[in-house]
C-alpha cells in the first residue's frame, strides 16, 4: 500500500538534500568550531532582531505619513488621542511635527543598531577566515615532502589563504545577508496581506516570478564565471611568480616580454571574467525595478478602466511604491547572496580535500626525546611514487651518538632520499628507525624528534630581514637570548663579518639572502642550527656550490664544531668536504656498495 507520509517524508528529505542554502549550512558546520557555532547563534537572534526593526521603521512610515496630510486622523484614532493629550500637545501642527521628529530618531537609532549588527557579523565572518586559513595551513604542514614537490605554490597559496576570505567574503556573509533579507521580506509581505490583499497579489505577481528567472538565469553563468576566475587567478600569480623569481634567467635569455605576456593573458581573462560577474551581479536590480514600475503602471491602468477617482489612487500607490521600495533591494541582495553562495561551492571542496587527508593529532608537541647513545636504521626502503625503480633497499646503518658520518654517491644514488626519511620528511616504506635502541621513531614523535637535529642544505632558506630573523630562527625579537645568538655566530665564523656592518645584527640581509655570499649564508645556517641547541647536524651538500677557499672555511668552520659532541651527518659530491669524517659510507643506485676512512676514499 502506498505511504502518503513516507511519501512526503522523503520529498521532504529529497528538498532538503537538493536545496543550496541548507547544503551550504551543512558543510558549515562541519567548518565552524563548538565556539564559532555559539557565535553564529548569537548573530543569528541580533540578525532577526534588526530585522524587525527595519520592517516596524517601514510599518510607521505610511501612518505618519498619512496623519501629516490629514490631521484628522489624530482625534479619531484612540492611540493617537492617547498621545496628543498624554504629551499635553495644544495644536495638531506641533503634534504632526512630533510625530515626524520621532520617526526620524526611530530611523537614526535603527539604522545606528544595523550598522553595529553589520559590524558584528563582519567580525564573526573574518574570523571564521583567519581560524579556517590557519587550520588550512596547519595541515597542509602535515603533508610530507612529497606532497610539496607536486603541488603548484600558487595552487597551495589559494587554498590556504584566498579560498578561507572567500568562505568569508562570498559564503558566510551572503549566507547571513540572506536568511536576514529573508525574515524582513517575510514580515513585510506577512504585514502586507493582513492589511490589503490586492497589494500582496500584485507584488507576488509583479516581482516574485522575475525574481526566480533572474536566479535561474545567472546562477550557473556565475558560477562557471567564479570557477574559471578561481583558476586563472592561479595560473596569473604564477606567471608573475615565475617571472619575479627567475630574475637572471629571464634577464639572460631576453625573454622579459614573454612573461609579461603570459602574465597579462591570464591577467586579462581573469579581468574578463569579473566584468561579466559585475554586470550579472547589476542585471537583477534593473529588471525588478521595471517590474515594480509595472506594477505602478497596472494600478493606474485598472483605475482608469474602472473608473475610479484618482484620489483613491493615493493610499494603493503609496502603500505599493513603500512595499516595493523596500522589497527591491531585498530581493536584489537576496538574488545576489543566493548567486554567491550557488557559485562559490566549490571552496567546500578545496577545503575537504585537504582536511580528509590529515590528522591535526599530529601536531600535538609530544616529551623530548633523548639521544644518548645511536641511531639504527634498519632496512630501510622507499620508493618514489609514479617511479618503476625503489630509490632506496635495504639500507642499514648505525650511527653513534658524537661521530661525524660522510655519505658519498653520485646523483640519484639515494643519499639526500635517506636524509629526508631521517628528517621524517619521507616516510620509509619498509624498515624502522631507532634511537638508543629502545625508542622507535613514530608519526607522533616527530616534532620532538626534529628538535634534535640542525639542517644545513645547499640552498638556506634566509628570511628577508636582519641576523635576529635568522638566527632564532621563528622566535620573537624579545624573546632571543642574546648570549646564545653571540656564542652561535662566533662558532660559525660570522661574528668577523658581522661586527664589520654598520647595523650590526639589525642589518637587513635581504629576500634569500640577496646581500650574502655563498659561504655567508651556508653559516647562517650553521649559526642557527647552533642556536637551536641540535644534537645532530645535517650538512647535505652544504659546500657543492661553493669555491674551494670558501669550501676549505665552511670545512674548517664545520670541523672546530666536534668539540662540542655534536653528532654530524654530511652528504657530498667532493671528497675533500668528507675530510675530517670517522668513516664514509658510500651509495649506489639506492645500496651501500661500502663503508671506507676518507683516506682509504682517496686511494681510489
Same mark, same amino acid.
Request: proline letters at 1%.
Given at each position: ?41 548569537? @548573530? ?5 532582531? !534588526? ?19 490629514? &490631521? ?9 488621542? +492617547? ?5 499635553? +500637545?495644544?495644536?495638531? =501642527? ?29 567580525? %564573526? ?12 595551513? =596547519? ?13 603548484? !605554490? ?9 579560498? &578561507? ?15 536576514? $533579507? ?5 514580515? @513585510? ?43 586563472? $587567478? ?20 631576453? =625573454? ?13 581573462? =581573469? ?46 500607490? !503609496? ?36 582536511? $580528509? ?13 633523548? %639521544? ?32 661525524? @658520518? ?84 662566533? !662558532? ?65 668552520? @664545520? ?35 661500502? $663503508? ?9
Amino acid at each position: 500500500m502506498f505511504n502518503d507520509s513516507s511519501y512526503t517524508e522523503n520529498l521532504f528529505m529529497n528538498f532538503l538534500r537538493n536545496n543550496i542554502l541548507f547544503q551550504t549550512v551543512r558543510h558549515l558546520k562541519t567548518v565552524l568550531s563548538a565556539r564559532h557555532k555559539k557565535k553564529a547563534l548569537a @548573530i543569528f537572534f541580533l540578525t532577526i532582531s !534588526s530585522s524587525i526593526l527595519d520592517v516596524l521603521g517601514l510599518a510607521v512610515i505610511l501612518p505618519i505619513i498619512t496623519v501629516s496630510l490629514n &490631521s484628522s486622523i489624530i482625534h479619531s484614532n484612540r492611540y493617537l488621542r +492617547f498621545l496628543f493629550h498624554a504629551f499635553g +500637545f495644544v495644536s495638531d =501642527k506641533s503634534f504632526s511635527a512630533f510625530l515626524l521628529i520621532t520617526l526620524l530618531i526611530v530611523f537614526i537609532l535603527k539604522n545606528g543598531f544595523s550598522v553595529l549588527i553589520t559590524y558584528w557579523q563582519s567580525k %564573526f565572518s573574518y574570523s571564521i577566515s583567519t581560524d579556517v586559513a590557519g587550520l588550512q595551513f =596547519k595541515r597542509y604542514y602535515l603533508k610530507d615532502l612529497q606532497f610539496f614537490n607536486e603541488n603548484n !605554490s600558487n595552487l597551495l597559496v589559494r587554498n590556504i589563504h584566498t579560498a &578561507s576570505i572567500w568562505l568569508s567574503v562570498f559564503m558566510l556573509l551572503p549566507l547571513i545577508g540572506f536568511f536576514s $533579507e529573508l525574515i524582513v521580506l517575510l514580515l @513585510i509581505v506577512s504585514g502586507i496581506l493582513i492589511y490589503d490583499a490586492k497589494i500582496f497579489l500584485l507584488i507576488a505577481v509583479s516581482l516574485a516570478p522575475l525574481f526566480f528567472l533572474i536566479f535561474r538565469f545567472i546562477k550557473n553563468k556565475m558560477k562557471h564565471l567564479e570557477m574559471s576566475k578561481a583558476d586563472l $587567478e592561479v595560473e596569473s600569480n604564477k606567471s608573475l611568480y615565475q617571472a619575479l623569481f627567475g630574475y637572471i634567467d629571464v634577464k639572460l635569455f631576453n =625573454k622579459d616580454q614573454h612573461f609579461i605576456d603570459k602574465y597579462l593573458f591570464y591577467q586579462g581573462r =581573469k579581468n574578463t571574467a569579473d566584468v561579466k560577474l559585475l554586470t550579472l551581479q547589476a542585471l537583477p536590480v534593473k529588471v525588478i525595478e521595471i517590474s515594480a514600475v509595472l506594477g505602478v503602471l497596472a494600478i493606474i491602468g485598472y483605475s482608469m478602466l474602472m473608473g475610479k477617482a484618482g484620489i483613491s489612487l493615493v493610499p494603493l500607490l !503609496s502603500l505599493y511604491v513603500v512595499a516595493s521600495y523596500r522589497l527591491m533591494p531585498s530581493m536584489n541582495r537576496m538574488l545576489i547572496a543566493l548567486t554567491s553562495i550557488k557559485s562559490y561551492q566549490f571552496i567546500f571542496d578545496i577545503l575537504a580535500k585537504v582536511n $580528509e587527508e590529515s590528522d591535526l593529532k599530529n601536531l600535538q608537541k609530544t616529551e623530548k626525546i633523548v %639521544f644518548e647513545k645511536n641511531i639504527l636504521l634498519k632496512n630501510i626502503s622507499y620508493k618514489y611514487p609514479q617511479t618503476a625503480n625503489q630509490t632506496l633497499k635495504d639500507i642499514t646503518i648505525n650511527i653513534k651518538k658524537g661521530e661525524r @658520518i660522510g655519505f658519498i654517491g653520485q646523483s640519484g644514488a639515494g643519499k639526500t632520499t635517506l636524509i629526508n626519511i631521517l628528517l621524517r620528511f619521507l616516510k620509509e616504506d619498509k624498515g624502522s628507525i631507532t634511537i638508543d635502541n629502545k625508542l622507535q621513531l613514530v608519526d607522533c614523535e616527530t616534532n620532538a624528534w626534529r628538535d634534535l637535529i640542525g639542517y644545513v642544505k645547499q640552498n638556506v632558506f634566509i628570511v628577508d630581514g636582519d641576523f635576529y630573523d635568522n638566527i632564532p630562527f621563528g622566535i620573537r625579537r624579545e624573546e632571543v637570548n642574546l648570549e646564545k645568538l653571540n656564542q652561535a655566530i662566533v !662558532s660559525a665564523k660570522l661574528d668577523d663579518m658581522v661586527n664589520k656592518l654598520p647595523l650590526g645584527l639589525n642589518t637587513n640581509i635581504g629576500e634569500n639572502g640577496t646581500k650574502l655570499s655563498g659561504g655567508q649564508r651556508q653559516r647562517i645556517a650553521i649559526a642557527r642550527a647552533l642556536y637551536k641547541d641540535a644534537q645532530i647536524l645535517i650538512f647535505d651538500e652544504a659546500t657543492s656550490a661553493l669555491d674551494n677557499e670558501t669550501e676549505k672555511e665552511i670545512t674548517e668552520a @664545520i670541523d672546530s664544531l666536534s668539540s662540542q659532541n655534536k653528532t654530524m651527518i654530511l652528504i657530498a659530491h667532493r671528497t675533500s668536504t668528507l675530510k675530517h669524517c670517522d668513516r664514509i659510507v658510500e651509495l649506489k643506485d639506492g645500496e651501500i656498495i661500502r $663503508e671506507c676512512s676518507y683516506e682509504e676514499l682517496a686511494r681510489v
